[in-house]
Every structure is written in structure tokens, then in C-alpha cells.
């Protein structure tokens, strides 16, 4: 079983910073994509953004693109997300998942392991 834990959310500034990680387990040929989505408070999980396990390309959802970059660290199986100009409206919980990667879309449904989220607070 894969298992993923986030970490790094806490309260920022509006124009601030904050880098979330995500540990996993371990990488299966079951999944070539961790991404990170959230939830905002009242609203539905939305996809940020996403890597591939194979070749480190990347998904962004447009409302993050020139903000938030992911990367990746291969040698501690930890999968970053750096969040600057951070907004109130990025205020959510903020979960990592495994699955599969896709270059134009990115799909919760295709996602096979979740984490339990850590929270991101966007308030002056």
C-alpha cells in the first residue's frame, strides 16, 4: 500500500510564501503522476497541479500557472509544491495524491492513493 503524507501548510500573508511536501511511501508501477488538489472550504476538491514519476513533466491548472511550481526529489520520494503570491482565494486543504498523469487534464478520478491533506491558511 502507498502511502502519502503532506506537510508544510500553516497561516501566510497575502503575497507570501509557503512550500508544501509530500512524502510517499513508495513508487509502484501501478501510478506516473502525484499531484496536489485542494479543497476549499464550502467548495468542491479542485486539481493544482501535477508531475510525472517518468519524466518529471508537469500539469498546471491555469489558475496557479506563474504562482505554484511542483517538483520533485527522487532520491527522498518527496513531491514539492512552492506556492508564492499566495492569494486569499489559495486558502484550502491541500492533498497529495498518486495516480495518473495526463498533459492536459488533471482528473481526481484517475488519482489511487490520497493523503489526509494539510491546511493552508491566505490572511492577513
Known amino acids: 500500500q502507498v502511502q502519502l503524507v503532506e506537510s508544510g501548510g500553516g497561516l501566510v500573508q497575502p503575497g507570501g510564501s509557503l512550500r508544501l511536501s509530500c512524502a510517499v511511501s513508495?513508487?509502484?508501477?501501478?501510478?506516473?503522476?502525484v499531484a496536489w488538489f485542494r479543497q476549499a472550504p464550502g467548495k468542491e476538491r479542485e486539481g493544482v497541479s501535477c508531475i510525472s514519476t517518468s519524466d518529471d513533466s508537469t500539469y498546471y491548472e491555469e489558475f496557479v500557472k506563474g504562482r505554484f511550481t511542483i517538483s520533485r526529489d527522487v532520491a527522498k520520494n518527496t513531491v514539492f509544491l512552492q506556492m508564492n503570491s499566495l492569494k486569499p482565494e489559495d486558502t484550502a486543504v491541500y492533498y497529495c495524491a498518486a495516480g495518473e498523469y495526463s498533459d492536459y487534464a488533471l482528473r481526481e478520478y484517475a488519482m489511487y492513493y490520497w493523503g489526509k491533506g494539510t491546511s493552508v491558511t491566505v490572511s492577513s
Open positions: 513508495k513508487f509502484t508501477l501501478d501510478f506516473d503522476g
